[in-house]
């Protein structure tokens, strides 16, 4: 471990110059580590997996100069560490880099909830300097086949500083999501898992609920899976994402998923409601008011 | 109105010497009046639009022969009516057909429910051949502009053959999908209209609802929308579908749709349930069967 340039300071204020790590090599952490290198972002990227071969793959395509499956032996230069796990891996291995990180170091991750992994970072010592991160992107295929440099383009990249998270922190983590494309936003943890909830996990608990829901009525109807065209299948898209990964977003999110899910249910009663009832008008309004909203924000 | 060749046979049973009356040039029927003449699959097509403007467009684009503002006169010569107007406006026209289509000719229509369109065939006049029929396609677009001769190219094209429907009716609606590139799957209409309600009929109400959800969200965080990535904007695509064909959907398949709502609302709380009771093993087995069977489906 080498010496902070002097005590409070990160190691390295600019992006260019930093030696990153990124842990773990799979969809965001692959995407990330290709864009560090295509973009010439970044001095050195280290790349940290459990596995060699991936490692050798993602060295094969020129997406890490370095690679270790050992956390503490991959960050042990870092100047910036990004943990790149599922949101439950990176809360057990913030803990592990307490004692590893090397002091000065500026640690972020891309998980995509935050108040559960920003208390973590709460537990890191002084001296490392941690911030969070979430770029609003993703694709259902895992894995580092699936991996794109070009994920974070024209995306929004949210950050949530702490209490503790120094300015030059922040700066190098906005300097960051620009280097890679993205559009930082700067949000409080607890507001950005509250409004991921609403975007994100609850459309990936509908996806999941729709097609649990045909699996009933294939039971008395099994043809019923060779009428699903587009639109049952974009509808459910979000249901072929990765196990893992869902059930750390939903049991770290728990509450503010558990919101919508109830705001979510209300609104289909009062859609079955106002159908039950044939109450032509009230349906007409209710459908009206949502078809817009969804021109107006998705076009 | 010329006599059919013999009382009680179609006026033509070979849709290569057909003439096709289509009836509403939208979507679905610009498309099939595009995909007709594109592929020389009768002798001749006549599209009724309650517009001239829209007949104008449609003989442009070389996809009808010639055009009726008026559905009597539209459908003088055909020996194919195909009646491709939103659910409830088919009901009403198939009324207006009764006196006007002539002796022998075949009635169908492209409808997304059948039941109730199916009913309304019964009252065609004897001499008349209705069959029932829906092309498993569709984008949320409406309109002539939205449509495509290659709409149907390889989607399933439900056939509903009523008892009094001849075989030879049955087999020129078999040659009609075949002709546009599309898969005949015979069914009755109430099996239709409840295999339609689960893969088709609850994803727009589930996006729909969606969309209201995070209306509800946005009140306390304006900003929601802007983290809206492509999860959101798959899942609730269907929201974005033509007020009046979800209204007549909806209402003329209330019984089967609230079927599959009610389904749909036990299979969130089961969700949900195992959410708030932190029950992760039942979470976990809940999550993969959905998993599972969205890639056995959509690959």
Request: glycine share 8%; with cysteine.
């Amino acid at each position: 471990m080498s010496e902070p340039p002097f005590a409070g300071a990160a190691r390295q204020a600019n992006l260019g110059d930093a030696c990153v790590a990124v842990v773990g090599l799979g969809l965001m952490g692959g995407s990330l580590a290709g864009a560090l290198k295509m973009r010439r972002a970044c001095r050195r990227v280290v790349g940290v997996a459990r596995r060699r071969s991936t490692l050798d793959e993602a060295q094969r395509r020129g997406w890490i100069d370095a690679g270790a499956t050992n956390l503490a032996a991959g960050v042990a230069d870092a100047d910036l560490v990004i943990l790149a796990t599922p949101p439950r891996v990176i809360i057990a291995q913030l803990d592990e880099l307490g004692p590893a990180a090397p002091a000065g170091c500026v640690v972020m991750d891309l998980g995509s909830v935050k108040s559960a992994i920003v208390q973590a970072m709460e537990r890191l010592p002084a001296g490392v300097y941690p911030l969070g991160g979430h770029p609003m992107c993703g694709k259902e295929q895992a894995g580092l086949e699936a991996a794109d440099p070009l994920l974070f383009e024209g995306r929004r990249f949210v950050l949530t500083p702490l209490e503790r998270t120094p300015a030059s922190t922040l700066a190098l983590g906005r300097a960051l999501a620009l280097a890679i494309g993205a559009q930082p936003l700067v949000l409080d943890a607890e507001t950005h898992d509250r409004m991921v909830a609403w975007v994100s996990h609850l459309p990936h608990l509908a996806a999941l609920a729709l097609v649990r829901a045909v699996m009933v009525g294939a039971r008395r109807d099994p043809q019923v899976w060779s009428l699903a065209a587009s639109g049952f299948r974009d509808t459910s898209r979000l249901a072929a994402s990765d196990l893992t990964m869902l059930l750390d977003i939903f049991i770290a999110n728990r509450e503010p998923v558990l919101a919508t899910l109830q705001t979510f249910q209300s609104e289909l009663t009062r859609l079955g409601a106002a159908l039950e009832r044939e109450d032509e008008p009230a349906l007409r309004q209710l459908l009206d008011e949502a078809i817009t909203q969804r021109r107006e924000v998705c076009g």
